[in-house]
């Protein structure tokens, strides 16, 4: 990946002074590579990355593995398209193995992400089934510890 990119990924608030001065190119070059990366959509947007726990305890993040029918000309993709599109749904992926998409939403309470399940996703044309598998707590979030402070190791010196 390119190192601007990745720079970019770290933190996204960064100057393209400080950019450039790092990466030890000019500000115009840094300017310009990310209003590219914008346009033709290699830089899809920036967020903050939030301890959801801080913000809402009770909040609840469900892994959703669907099972789903192939389509004979959209393959798994239309099904996972029309997914994507619900407000719960955070991220959708297509994987190998057991089941075919990866979904991850987000919900008030547990019977608001069973009835997401139960209304709208296993309902959905091409479903087969689901199984859902409940988030405990994070340690790690888009590159970012959460609630992690470092602790020395150690032993401290006596005089």
Same mark, same amino acid.
């Given at each position: 990946?390119?190192?601007?990119?990745?720079?970019?990924? =770290? &933190? &996204?608030?960064?100057?393209? @002074?400080?950019? $450039? #001065? #790092?990466?030890?190119?000019?500000?115009?070059?840094?300017?310009?590579?990310?209003?590219?990366?914008?346009? &033709?959509?290699?830089?899809? %947007?920036?967020?903050?990355?939030?301890?959801?726990?801080?913000?809402?305890?009770?909040?609840?993040?469900?892994?959703?593995?669907? =099972?789903?029918?192939?389509?004979?000309? %959209?393959?798994?993709?239309?099904?996972? #398209?029309?997914?994507?599109?619900?407000?719960?749904?955070?991220?959708?992926?297509?994987?190998?193995?057991?089941? &075919?998409?990866?979904?991850?939403?987000? %919900?008030?309470?547990?019977?608001?992400? @069973?009835?997401?399940?139960?209304?709208?996703?296993?309902?959905?044309?091409?479903?087969?089934?689901?199984?859902?598998?409940?988030?405990?707590?994070?340690? =790690?979030?888009?590159?970012?510890?959460?609630?992690?402070?470092?602790?020395?190791?150690?032993? $401290?010196? $006596?005089?």
């Amino acid at each position: 990946m390119d190192a601007l990119l990745q720079l970019l990924q =770290k &933190d &996204d608030r960064v100057s393209p @002074a400080e950019l $450039a #001065q #790092q990466l030890n190119i000019s500000e115009k070059e840094v300017v310009a590579k990310i209003r590219k990366w914008e346009s &033709d959509g290699t830089i899809l %947007g920036y967020h903050a990355v939030i301890d959801r726990e801080r913000m809402n305890p009770d909040l609840v993040t469900a892994v959703i593995e669907v =099972k789903v029918t192939p389509e004979r000309e %959209g393959g798994f993709d239309h099904t996972a #398209q029309r997914i994507a599109r619900f407000e719960q749904v955070e991220s959708v992926y297509l994987m190998s193995g057991g089941y &075919d998409v990866l979904v991850i939403v987000h %919900g008030q309470s547990l019977r608001d992400v @069973a009835n997401f399940i139960t209304n709208k996703l296993s309902t959905m044309e091409g479903v087969q089934s689901c199984t859902t598998r409940f988030r405990l707590k994070t340690y =790690k979030e888009n590159g970012m510890l959460h609630g992690m402070e470092e602790k020395c190791e150690r032993l $401290a010196v $006596a005089p």
